[in-house]
Structure formats: C-alpha cells, structure tokens
C-alpha cells in the first residue's frame, strides 16, 4: 500500500519568506507526527496530532511554526517568515495509533534551504 | 546533556565482522525503545524494537539494560548493505507521545 507522502520533495526559499509543507499519511493512520533533521543532528519533534484531540505544539521553535491538519488526514506545516537557521529536513511520519510502541512510518522528508 | 546519546562513529568494518553499537537515555521515565535505521538521504525506518529481555532478529541482537538505563545493538556476520545510520530511539510518554531521537551511529560495512 501507499506510504506516507510529502510534498515538495526539495524547497528554496529566500529568508523572510513563508512555506508550506504537506504530509499525507497512511491511510487509517490516526496518529501523525511531524519532526526536523538538521543537518548532523538528530531528529527533533515539533508536533503530534492524534484523532480529534488537540495537537501536541510542544516541540514547535517559535511562533512563526504552526500546523493544521484537516479531516483527520492530511497535514501542512507552515513556517513564517523563513530564518536561514530553519534550514532542515522536515520529516513527517505516521502510525496507526499513538501508543509508545506504535511503529511509526516516515515520508521521505522535505529537504528546506532558506537563502 | 542530550536526552539519548550515542557514539556518532564513523564504524568502519569490513564484510563478516561483528559490530556493537551503545545508547544511553538520561530519563528514567523512558517506556519503550527502538532502533531505527536511515540510510543516507533517506527516512529512518524501523530496524527493532527493543525488549527487557532482549531480542534477537536475524543477525541483529537487541539489549535493553534499564537499570544502567543503557540499550546495544549488535550486529552479527555484516554485509555490505548494512551500512547506514543507526539511531537509538526512546519514547516516554510524559512528553507527549512523540519518540525521542539520538544523533546515531554511522556504520560503513566495505568488502
């Protein structure tokens, strides 16, 4: 079956600049996570959503992070007013629940560089 | 001091050896533990999950240590295809329930 997709694949922005990230999970998935990878560090957290409960922004930056997630399905992170140190790979995953020992799958990232 | 530590490596072996791979989490709170893997370039994906009793996957063995808060992976006859980044992963859920990330160990596996 299908895995988690995101889209763009690859994104320039020039600082200062908004973008939007897109994440489609498994289908089914309840769970969806999304997390960023600079470059030589590990994979940090930024937000969980789970069903119809609040997101998880306990992972978020700063205020210029934000994200929705509509119907229960697709996601979209958006950063405002773009800051070179944003610069990362954005990873989204997701997992049928949210349970601790819930697999969870990753979409292939979305490599962000800010100008 | 990182939540999840690891050697970053690199580890360099050739085909056949045996290789060990060490993490350690600082919070004892911690409930589960996986090792993922990331080959370069490309998402992590879940290489074991990681049990009090240990567990053993093929070539690949799993220990978890939770008195000295500590977790292994070895890895047993490797192949060429085995290099990649290893990345020791906790999830507790005092923060929220997302899983928790080392930096991982890189492996490069030559012939």
């Known amino acids: 079956g299908a895995g988690v997709s995101q889209s763009p694949s690859n994104k320039v922005t020039e600082k200062g600049k908004d973008v939007e990230l897109r994440c489609d999970p498994i289908?089914?998935?309840?769970?969806l996570y999304w997390y960023r990878q600079s470059l030589g560090q590990g994979l940090e957290f930024l937000i969980y959503f789970q069903g119809n409960s609040a997101p998880d922004k306990s992972g978020l930056p700063s205020d210029r992070f934000s994200a929705e997630r509509t119907g229960g399905s697709v996601s979209t992170l958006t950063i405002q007013r773009t800051q070179q140190e944003d610069s990362a790979v954005y990873l989204c995953a997701s997992s049928l629940t949210s349970g601790g020992a819930e697999t969870q799958y990753f979409g292939p990232g979305t490599r962000l560089l800010v100008l | 001091r990182k939540e999840v530590e690891q050697d970053p490596g690199p580890f360099n072996v050739p085909e056949g050896a045996t290789v060990a791979f060490n993490c350690t989490y600082s919070?004892?709170?911690?409930?589960?533990f996986f090792w993922y893997r990331q080959d370069c370039r490309k998402e992590p994906k879940l290489l074991m999950s990681?049990?009090?009793s240990g567990n053993e996957d093929g070539r690949f063995t799993a220990q978890l240590n939770r008195a000295s808060q500590y977790i292994s992976l070895l890895i047993r006859d490797s192949k060429l295809s085995d290099s990649a980044t290893y990345l020791c992963?906790?999830?507790?859920?005092?923060?929220?329930?997302?899983?928790?990330f080392g930096k991982g160990t890189t492996l490069s596996v030559s012939s």
């Open positions: 289908s089914g998935h309840t769970a």
């Open positions: 919070n004892s709170a911690s409930q589960s």
């Open positions: 992963v906790v999830y507790r859920n005092q923060a929220g329930t997302a899983l928790i």
């Open positions: 990681v049990y009090s």
